[in-house]
T-cell receptor
Framework: QQQVKQSPQSLIVQKGGISIINCAYENTAFDYFPWYQQFPGKGPALLIA?????SEKKEGRFTISFNKSAKQFSLHIMDSQPGDSATYFCAASNVLGGATNKLIFGTGTLLAVQP | DADVTQTPRNRITKTGKRIMLECSQT?????MYWYRQDPGLGLRLIYYSFDVKDINKGEISDGYSVSRQAQAKFSLSLESAIPNQTALYFC???????????FGPGTRLTVT
């Protein structure tokens, strides 16, 4: 129940296209859903995050869509650029439950944007 | 920037050897974490510490130990390294009350 399932494992998108990465969770106590971006040779860095009280959050070309009833959330990258090529991790945490700031990470998606 | 640093960045060691990975931070954060990253498995939490006197096991703590020497320093030890501990290890920090974690650049460990 603590797992966060992420798909696809890898994704190839043409420049200017839309990249979509999906995550699903089981634990209904999760109330914080961040996405982290990791470039080769670097540690992950927070990209964007959402709380379940909203269905969508947008920051520039990056949008999180959240479906509470389906227990799913996704990252959309609009107008994908070669510089977006990286590994993306979704994660989940139970913030209001006492929280420990512990993040449960998905397995990662390797995105390649072809010029 | 080098707010969270990890040493060494790369290490090759032999089975049975003791090894220590070190993490230092200048962010002033009270919370620190150790993760390992394996292809297809994502990031898994090994240990976490909310302050110098508070250390907790994560989901995969077996075979590892940690030491929080100061607020800014958190070390991970493998007492007797084995090949399936070959992985990329990340240290992370966060401030209490904030959900964002800041990761170091990672240590690539190979156990032969």
């Amino acid at each position: 129940q603590q797992q966060v399932k992420q798909s696809p494992q890898s994704l190839i998108v043409q420049k200017g296209g839309i990249s979509i990465i999906n995550c699903a969770y089981e634990n209904t106590a999760f109330d914080y859903f961040p996405w982290y971006q990791q470039f080769p040779g670097k540690g992950p860095a927070l990209l964007i995050a959402i709380r379940p009280d909203v269905s969508e959050k947008k920051e520039g070309r990056f949008t999180i869509s959240f479906n509470k009833s389906a227990k799913q959330f996704s990252l959309h990258i609009m107008d994908s650029q070669p510089g977006d090529s990286a590994t993306y991790f979704c994660a989940a945490s139970n913030v209001l439950g006492g929280a420990t700031n512990k993040l449960i990470f998905g397995t990662g998606t390797l995105l390649a944007v072809q010029p | 920037d080098a707010d969270v640093t990890q040493t060494p960045r790369n290490r090759i060691t032999k089975t049975g050897k003791r090894i220590m990975l070190e993490c230092s931070q200048t962010k002033g954060h009270d919370r620190m974490y150790w993760y390992r990253q394996d292809p297809g498995l994502g990031l898994r939490l090994i240990y976490y510490s909310f302050d110098v006197k508070d250390i907790n096991k994560g989901e995969i703590s077996d075979g590892y130990s940690v030491s929080r020497q100061a607020q800014a320093k958190f070390s991970l030890s493998l007492e007797s390294a084995i090949p399936n501990q070959t992985a990329l290890y990340f240290c992370a920090t966060s401030r209490s009350g904030s959900h964002e974690q800041y990761f170091g650049p990672g240590t690539r460990l190979t156990v032969t």
